[in-house]
């Protein structure tokens, strides 16, 4: 298989890369990791005029935890970078858990998150963590950087906000109040398949109580979904049995799933069901063990 | 070779714009001039003819591609040519000299790790990867290493020990 002819650039500065997405005016896009777009220009889905190769541009390949906890992933961090990370492990478990998850080892070489989100695939991994943690996105364009929320950056299935002439740099992840608990799991035929279902769990915990909850769930939908009443109903109180049962059929309630080749419309809800129920018993464990109840 | 082979080779036309790129494959400095749309698997089986680099999904699914871009396994078949540019290209062909075997290669050789062998170089150079990270990987570890290869001949067992043969190889080979 082979793309489409489309004229290459690999600009050295930020600003090289944004005059050159204006002068595209619409036809051109940008190449990260390239590992969803790369597949998709050899299936001709997408047929750009003009490729801008941000891979030589100095100083984004890194993620960093400022001192109050808030975590920036910058455009070239790779899902590697991530799931070798020494910086999210008792940080930021939500990420923590989903890095070793996302596609295979050899894709997340060179895979980005940010790219993933650009990319927005509802069976993408990283929309989901992002929208489970509140997180947002900064663009860098024409007219300066600004920062878009990840529900409104991802603005439908392989959809963003973005501006022809803005390039994604950083995501931002906010720190938590308190004590952060959650994870990601996931269901694959196989590993790098995409997912039969996921489901990104994020709290914020102050003693036993939960302050701050957010769960979105992967590939069950026509975008990432965020079962927002599924989160709304732990908050304000300490996570308990019942209530982590209750959140479960809300999320799998939020849940669209189709029927396809990967299971039925009813299984993948069940999976949904389980994996939060799952993600949360895990959270109430660790919780009791701390002490802090 | 199928005719799309050839239609690659034959490009570029003479108003096709290309690129010269440079790129370090398995150590010695080579150029071509590219169209920016060629894959770097092509590049490598069809301009140097390093044809150990098996393209088998052409969808980034089955590792077959694999080779080591500044010594970090990459499916070769999901990366522009354009983009190995200034960059190290490892391919199977540069694990040893013409006449030798690497460690992993006598590995694969002594557990009969492999049936077809189409999977086989990307496998290798998967565990190249891994065992430059991690010398003494449980089976667990190698397993996880190189699930993003895929062998159609189920033979994932005698691979696993074939890459534990050569952990222990090299180790040995590093403590003389």
């Not at chain 1, 990370?85 to 940080?91: E, K, T, V, Y």
């Not at chain 2, 069809?46 to 150990?52: E, N, S, V």
């Given at each position: 298989m082979y793309p489409s002819r489309f004229r290459y650039e690999a600009p050295r500065s930020i600003d090289e890369a944004i005059a050159l997405l204006r002068d595209g005016g619409g036809e051109a896009k940008v190449l990260a990791g390239g590992q969803s777009l790369v597949p998709l220009l050899k299936l001709r889905f997408a047929a750009p005029e003009l490729l801008v190769d941000i891979?030589?541009?100095?100083?984004?390949d890194y993620h960093t935890a400022d001192p109050d906890g808030t975590i920036r992933v910058g455009a070239l961090c790779r899902h590697a970078d991530l799931e070798r990370?020494?910086?999210?492990?008792?940080?930021q478990p939500t990420m923590a858990a989903a890095a070793p998850l996302v596609a295979d080892p050899i894709v997340r070489n060179r895979g980005t998150l940010v790219g993933s989100l650009c990319h927005?695939?509802?069976?993408?991994?990283w929309a989901s963590v992002v929208t489970a943690l509140g997180g947002h996105v900064v663009a860098q364009g024409t007219n300066g950087r600004r920062s878009i929320p990840i529900a409104e950056f991802v603005s439908g299935p392989f959809q963003?906000?973005?501006?022809?002439?803005?390039?994604?740099?950083e995501a931002v992840i906010p720190a938590p109040k308190g004590t952060a608990a959650g994870g990601y799991l996931k269901l694959e035929r196989?590993?790098?398949?995409?997912?039969?279902a996921g489901v990104a769990v994020a709290l914020e915990l102050s003693g036993a109580v939960v302050t701050r909850a957010g769960i979105a769930l992967t590939g069950v939908g026509g975008s990432t979904i965020d079962a927002t009443d599924a989160a709304q109903a732990l908050v304000g109180g300490p996570l308990t049995a019942d209530g982590i049962r209750g959140a479960a059929d809300l999320a799998a309630q939020a849940a669209r799933p189709r029927t396809d080749h990967r299971g039925s419309a009813e299984y993948k809800r069940h999976i949904v069901r389980t994996f939060v129920e799952r993600i949360l018993t895990r959270a109430m464990q660790s919780t009791r063990e701390s002490g802090q109840t | 070779m199928s005719g799309l082979n050839e239609e690659i080779r034959e490009?570029?036309?003479?108003?096709v714009p290309t690129r010269r790129v440079s790129i370090t494959v398995n150590g010695e400095k080579r150029t071509a001039d590219v169209e920016?749309?060629?894959l770097l698997a092509h590049l490598l089986r069809?301009?140097?003819?390093?044809?150990?680099t098996h393209t088998g999904c052409?969808?980034?699914?089955?590792?077959?591609c694999t080779v080591l871009y500044d010594g970090t396994p990459v499916k070769s078949c999901t990366?522009?040519?354009?983009?190995?540019?200034g960059h190290q290209v490892t391919t199977v062909?540069?694990?040893?000299?013409?006449s030798e075997l690497h460690p992993i290669q006598e590995g694969f050789s002594d557990e009969h790790?492999?049936?077809?062998?189409?999977?086989t170089p990307g496998m290798m150079l998967a565990a190249t990867a891994l065992l430059r990270e991690n010398p003494d990987p449980t089976e667990d570890e190698v397993r996880w290493a190189l699930s993003g290869n895929l062998c159609r001949c189920t033979g994932y067992q005698n691979i696993v020990k074939s890459v534990l043969w050569a952990a222990k190889k090299l180790q040995s080979q590093s403590a003389s």
């Open positions: 891979n030589g541009l100095p100083g984004l990370s020494a910086i999210l492990p008792g940080r927005a695939d509802p069976q993408g991994d963003n906000a973005l501006g022809y002439d803005e390039i994604a740099v196989r590993v790098g398949d995409f997912a039969t | 490009l570029p036309a003479a108003d920016p749309r060629l069809q301009a140097f003819r390093l044809t150990g052409d969808t980034s699914n089955c590792g077959a990366m522009l040519a354009v983009q190995a540019d062909e540069g694990l040893a000299g013409p790790g492999l049936q077809c062998g189409f999977c």
